[in-house]
């Protein structure tokens, strides 16, 4: 029963649902068609906007053609309404020449001076180019030849008004001026400018002012800054009165820079002829008095500060100068141009002379290995107003310093030498006494003592006037320029340090031809000695000083600002470095002669003590049963005494290298000199002993020279002096670790006490039959 139920319920739902998918299918079908209806009728309408915006789109170009068409209409009605207006003003110009009467009330009428103006300034143009047109075409008819006679008179007529216009508007504006009516003046200005610009109107402005046509001004200028007539002026003081002077000279501009700004239309062209007025008139009548150019030929003499002077005057007035410049441009000058304006590797100079003897300690430096941590710019002040100032100076000023460098070497020159005049003359006659060696110490001393000074002060000269050079010249030049300067330093230095050098040689060789006079008689020899010990230390201490100095000029070498200044020449500093090393060439050689004949006083004074003081008997013993003396002998000791104290000066003055390359060459010389000294004495076995004794003190005194090879020589020696001690039959076997000592030993072998007695001549010819 339920079944049935349940079937007939199916039944029923699914009729029910086959009922609504008909009615679904019938309804969408129904949709579909007014879906399709609708969006053809969507369709036609935008058809229909598009056709509407092209006729509106259409209707407004119309109509904007019809705009343009209209005001083109309306504004060549209105040039043909100004037009007509023109002609009839140029024909009252037209009338007769110089004739002005019958003008129209607009060009006499004071309240339309502006509108005057413009109609006079556009007659002019007009009239002028017509006048220029007639010219070029060729006149084929009368007419064009009365109406250009007419022009002409137009013309006239109206350069006549408008000269007589500006000259009205001019007195009005001073007028005003004077009672500082800035409304009246800026109008008449602004009315002016249609005249040339303005021109006349700034021109006149800027020469009415008090600064330019007072005379009382520029005598102030005068005595602010060089002081009361026959007053001594010094470039401290010149400096002050420039800061003083420029300063008001800056608070002028400014005022008047407040005006100019109120009161004309373009204020930068007239800023730009105030200040070129300031510096061309006032500053320029100032350095006039300020910068007189010393003769070339004839040097103002140092009393008066000599060409120095000058140069720091320059140095003054061109830096003041330049302040001031940058002060105007900071105020407003317009457009005119009022300023314009290391990792080090060390090579040595390789010219030793035997042993690498390097005197002066000189360094060359390898241009191409120098950088810098920081980029340097060049400063390159030398194109505008302010420099054209100094053009005159410019010009000559590398051969003003280079003379007055020259100027200040010869009077430190005079300087040492009215000192070392004195000294002399205070000294007396001192003739062929210690006294003399004394003298000529001190005369040294003074000597390099003004060296250091002469270099120290040419650097600081140099270093300074360098910075100038940096302002005045454009880079290739300033290169060139400043490379000469240089020059010119190191060829004084160097002439004066290779003339220093040579007479502290002098003294030595004064010494030797003492020491040779002097000889045989005991207290002169001694005297002799002295005075060699004397020269000996005077050279050292020159040689100290005079490497002191080259240290000095090598500081301007190596200074960035010297060598930012050759930065733009390819090659320039690498020529300043050969330069140096040619000037000082001549120098090192002095130094390596005197510092050889140095030695050749040594090793004399060492013979002359070895002479006098060794006796045969200390190293020809008797063989008495008393114990040997294990002191070294009294000439080794006095030997060692005076080398110790003559070369305190040497290891003072001498450093490095050269230090180790002269105690090396003075080793030798004292090892050669020590072998002949022996050959002239014969040993016994106790006098090998104390031979033994000097040569090890001689050894401990040269070990201070830190010289390998003349250790190396002294400790042979004391191998070789075995030879006297060990026994006949022994001789054979002392060398056998040593085979390159044979040939002296034998000579030593020769000086043996029983060299004939014990037939060593034949024992060593069959023991060495090579030798």
Known sequence: MVTLELVDLQQQIDGRLYNLKKEVSIQDSKHRKTLAELEKGVDGLFDSFARLDSRISSVGQTAAKIGDHLQSADAQRETASQTIELIKYLMEFNSSPGDLMELSPLFSDDSRVAEAASIAQKLRSFAEEDIGRQGIAVPSVVENATASRGL?????????????????????????????????????AKILSQFNRGTSAMQHYVATRPMFIDVEVMNADTRLVLGDQGSQISPSNVARGLSSLYKEITDTVRKEAATIMAVFPSPNDVMAILVQRVLEQRVTAL???????????????????GLLLYLRMLAVAYEKTQELARDLRAVGCGDLDVEGGPKVEKMPLGRFRPSGLNPLGYTYYACSSISFSNNLSLSNIATGLTESLFLAHKDEYPEHEQASLRQLYQAKMEEMRAESQQLSESSGTIGRSRGASVASSHQTDICYRWLQSLCVGMKKQFLGLLEILLHFFVPTTLATN???????????????ITEGLERARDSLNEAAVLRERFMLAQVLAEAAAAAGESSFRSFMVAVQRCASSVAIVQQVLLCKLYISALLPVDGAHASSCEEMAT?????????????????????????????????????????????????????????????????????????????????????????????????????????????????????????????????????????????????PESLSSLFEGTPSIRKDAQRFIQLREDYKTAKLASRLSSLWPSS
């Open 583 to 727: 000037a000082m060439s001549s120098a090192e050689t002095a130094a390596y002669k005197g510092l050889q004949k140095c030695i050749e006083t040594v090793m004399a004074e060492v013979e002359r003590l070895l002479s006098a003081e060794q006796k045969a008997t200390d190293y020809r013993l008797p063989d008495d049963g008393i114990a040997p003396d294990h002191r070294p002998t009294n000439a080794c000791t006095r030997v060692v005494a005076y080398l110790s104290r003559v070369l305190e000066a040497a290891f003072t003055a001498l450093e490095g290298l050269n230090k180790q390359a002269f105690l090396t060459e003075l080793g030798n010389h004292l090892h050669k000199g020590l072998l002949n000294h022996w050959q002239k004495f014969t040993f016994n076995p106790s006098g090998g002993l104390r031979l033994k004794r000097d040569i090890t003190e001689y050894g401990e005194f040269v070990r201070s020279f830190n010289a390998p090879t003349v250790d190396e020589k002294f400790e042979l020696l004391g191998i070789m002096a075995n030879v006297f001690i060990v026994a």
């Open 152 to 188: 002409e008179v137009a013309v006239a007529n109206l350069q006549d008004y408008c000269n007589e216009l500006e000259n009205r508007l001019l007195s009005r504006f001073d007028a005003a001026s004077q009672r500082r009516e800035l409304s009246t003046m800026s109008e008449c």
């Open 482 to 496: 400043v490379k000469a300067v240089f020059t010119c330093l190191l060829d004084q230095v160097s002439q004066y």
């Open 287 to 305: 350095l006039d008095k300020l910068l007189v150019k010393p003769s070339l030929v004839n040097l103002p003499p140092m009393e008066e500060g």
